[in-house]
């Protein structure tokens, strides 16, 4: 019931600031979310406005990389001058001091209240799109039958997986799974289950 270091608390929002940001850049590459939809957003909105004004009808490749930048500097702006702001009036003198202390990093509310209309956006539209739904269900179901041949054959892993699962099978298992990419562990589930798929 203690709150993180500010080092922790920094790093929290850093990750989330740039993962929704990122997550909006990709999620109009890819055509799941419209800019029409995103221009309901508060905070994609008034900074794509400000892009707008600035540079006119540009191309929409440039109006999204420009609206985006401009939302995590706003986002990233805020954070600093508020955790400024909370840290210089607790000044604490240890990390007890911050441990006890409600969260020193975070937003204004104003700024919150947009980050959250956002992140309730993506949510809805990109995360719990079908779309993404059905990748995850790949995804899940290929790491499943990965680490089911694996584990009722830890021959079919590279030589040191093999070693390391006379220790820990599970465990071997596990890393090796998890030191894939994307791409990698696709290949490696048709290695083991396409009969047209060579070495």
């Known amino acids: 019931k203690e709150s993180p270091s500010l080092e922790a608390q920094i790093t929290n929002f850093a990750d989330e600031i740039a993962y929704n940001n990122h997550d909006v850049d990709d999620g109009l590459r890819s055509g799941l979310i419209t800019i029409q939809q995103l221009s309901g957003i508060q905070l994609f909105a008034e900074n794509m406005a400000e892009v707008k004004r600035l540079y006119g009808e540009i191309e929409e490749k440039r109006l999204i990389h420009e609206t985006v930048r401009r939302m995590i500097n706003v986002l990233v702006v805020d954070l600093c001058e508020q955790s400024q702001q909370a840290i210089a009036k607790l000044n604490p003198a240890t990390i007890g001091e911050v441990r006890k202390a409600p969260y020193l990093v975070g937003f204004s509310q104003a700024i919150a ?9 993506l949510r809805k539209h990109l995360y719990q799109h079908y779309k993404v739904n059905r990748m995850s269900a790949k995804a ?4 499943e039958e990965l680490f089911s041949a ?11 997986h093999q070693l390391a699962a006379k220790q820990d099978q599970a465990r071997a298992v596990a890393d090796y799974i998890a030191g894939m990419t994307d791409r990698y562990a696709i290949r490696e589930h048709k290695r083991l289950f396409s009969v047209e798929e060579n070495w």
Not at 150 to 160: A, T
């Open 140 to 143: 899940r179901r290929i790491i």
């Open 113 to 121: 209240d947009k980050n959250l209309e956002l992140k309730q956006f």
């Open 150 to 160: 694996f584990m009722q054959s830890p021959k079919l892993m590279p030589d040191e």
